[in-house]
């Protein structure tokens, strides 16, 4: 099994598509393994999107990041990481594939609904950065309609 790290980002929790975008991984078959909500600080921002710093975007959307909360969600499946980009779609909305959550519920290039992992090495320092290992929860599936 393979895990990665998504953001709902400030735009998908203001617009109420949590539900929407939780409700698509679960059918699609991932498994949540941790969640949590925060409302990033400018230095966690900062922090987690520091591969970007001096970049033309970078102060814009570090303050779009901090303007409200995100939810912070570690999914499990197999091929995670290519699966979920796949189900997430294109970083511009409008260039994104029809049916992804992208196309669906973005607006452009910054307010992009949500932030995936871009690679398993990169998915492992991104959950850490979030979350102990403590916080990330392993359970095997259950009938539980019965």
């Given at each position: 099994m393979e895990r990665t790290l998504v953001i709902v980002k400030p735009d998908g929790?203001?617009?109420?598509?949590?539900?929407?975008?939780?409700?698509?991984?679960?059918?699609?078959?991932?498994?949540?393994?941790?969640?949590?909500?925060?409302?990033?600080?400018?230095?966690?921002?900062?922090?987690?999107?520091?591969?970007?710093?001096?970049?033309?975007?970078?102060?814009?959307?570090?303050?779009?990041?901090?303007?409200?909360?995100?939810?912070?969600?570690?999914?499990?499946?197999?091929?995670?990481?290519?699966?979920?980009?796949?189900?997430?779609?294109?970083?511009?909305?409008?260039?994104?594939?029809?049916?992804?959550?992208?196309?669906?519920?973005?607006?452009?290039?910054?307010?992009?609904?949500?932030?995936?992992?871009?690679?398993?090495?990169?998915?492992?320092?991104?959950?850490?950065?979030?979350?102990?290992?403590?916080?990330?929860?392993?359970?095997?599936?259950?009938?539980?309609?019965?």
């Amino acid at each position: 099994m393979e895990r990665t790290l998504v953001i709902v980002k400030p735009d998908g929790v203001c617009k109420k598509h949590v539900g929407d975008i939780i409700k698509r991984f679960e059918k699609e078959g991932f498994r949540l393994v941790a969640l949590k909500m925060l409302h990033l600080n400018k230095k966690t921002a900062e922090g987690f999107y520091a591969v970007h710093k001096g970049k033309p975007f970078f102060e814009p959307f570090i303050n779009f990041m901090v303007s409200a909360p995100c939810l912070i969600m570690v999914w499990e499946s197999k091929y995670a990481v290519s699966r979920i980009r796949e189900i997430i779609g294109n970083t511009n909305s409008s260039q994104a594939r029809e049916g992804t959550l992208r196309k669906s519920y973005g607006t452009d290039n910054r307010r992009n609904l949500v932030h995936g992992s871009e690679s398993k090495a990169l998915a492992q320092v991104e959950i850490s950065y979030f979350f102990e290992p403590g916080e990330l929860h392993s359970y095997e599936g259950e009938d539980w309609d019965r």
